[in-house]
């Protein structure tokens, strides 16, 4: 891949997540939220590479801004998942009683609150990037997928524990997300899209589980905090975690059926494919 295209692609990224944090901070709108983090993991993807062969400073302090912005929008997304869940299941009770979306809007506007500090520090990963690009080649480009399709390969084999599935849908989407760097015409001779849909259902799969595994961690602390206060809150977290603890289990069955269909999947590299 010619390094400009992936220059140009980084900088895409980041304009884009400052134009959805723009938008967020004016609509608090969700899916803003969401497109945003979407284009905060793309640009996340790209430095680690740019990391993985110039170890500078302008591109750790790149890395550390990205981090930060994307864990404070964390936050806001599971606030904003646990109420739209006890509002999908009708845990009024726990709703009002733990007032759930006062504390979603709090978040949200804390996010909001820092929209120029994050614009302009979004502003300054542009240069970072440019400085570290200056000195990497399309040959370490290559090596960064061959690098990726090693780890994929290694971790294929067998299904690991539920303690490692957050870890492996890490691998998974930036393995999409450095895929997505490369040209159209060239991507699927690095991954055929059989492979590819694979992959983004396993790393989907688990994205599902994953989140409510957060959620029944919030609801298992809340139950612990109040166990001896009010009865009827204590009541509505017990209901609500035998619903979680339902789900997750279709959750779990779901996640297991995709990493059997990711067990042939093995990432094709053809260093002569037009790159």
């Known amino acids: 891949?010619?390094?400009?295209?992936?220059?140009?692609?980084?900088?895409?990224?980041?304009?884009?997540?400052?134009?959805?944090?723009?938008?967020?901070?004016?609509?608090?709108?969700?899916?803003?939220?969401?497109?945003?983090?979407?284009?905060?993991?793309?640009?996340?993807?790209?430095?680690?590479?740019?990391?993985?062969?110039?170890?500078?400073?302008?591109?750790?302090?790149?890395?550390?801004?990205?981090?930060?912005?994307?864990?404070e929008a964390g936050e806001v997304r599971e606030k904003e998942l646990i109420e739209q869940w006890l509002k999908r299941h009708r845990m009024q009770t726990i709703l009002s009683k733990k007032q759930i979306h006062h504390h979603t809007q709090k978040a949200k506007a804390g996010l909001s609150s820092h929209y120029k500090k994050y614009e302009k520090k979004l502003d300054k990963i542009s240069q970072f990037i440019r400085e570290a690009m200056a000195s990497i080649s399309e040959k370490d480009l290559n090596k960064y997928w061959t690098s990726l399709e090693r780890e994929w390969q290694v971790n294929q084999a067998l299904v690991p524990p539920s303690t490692q599935w957050h870890e492996r849908r890490k691998l998974a989407k930036k393995i999409l997300y450095t895929l997505n760097a490369f040209p159209a015409r060239t991507r699927s001779s690095l991954l055929p899209a059989r492979n590819l849909t694979a992959i983004d259902q396993l790393q989907d799969a688990i994205g599902q589980w994953h989140d409510e595994v957060?959620?029944?961690?919030?609801?298992?602390?809340?139950?612990?905090?109040?166990?001896?206060?009010?009865?009827?809150?204590?009541?509505?977290?017990?209901?609500?975690?035998?619903?979680?603890?339902?789900?997750?289990?279709?959750?779990s069955a779901e996640v297991n059926a995709a990493f059997t269909k990711t067990k042939p999947a093995r990432l094709k590299l053809q260093v002569s494919a037009g790159r």
């Open 1 to 71: 891949m010619p390094v400009k295209i992936f220059l140009d692609y980084l900088e895409k990224q980041r304009e884009a997540a400052a134009a959805e944090l723009e938008n967020y901070k004016a609509t608090q709108n969700t899916e803003s939220l969401h497109q945003f983090r979407v284009h905060l993991k793309k640009l996340k993807a790209g430095l680690q590479l740019l990391a993985s062969r110039k170890k500078t400073r302008g591109v750790q302090k790149a890395k550390g801004v990205v981090r930060k912005v994307f864990l």
């Open 214 to 251: 957060l959620l029944k961690n919030w609801l298992l602390q809340t139950r612990r905090k109040n166990a001896k206060n009010e009865k009827a809150l204590t009541e509505a977290l017990s209901k609500a975690l035998q619903k979680i603890n339902q789900s997750i289990s279709r959750r």
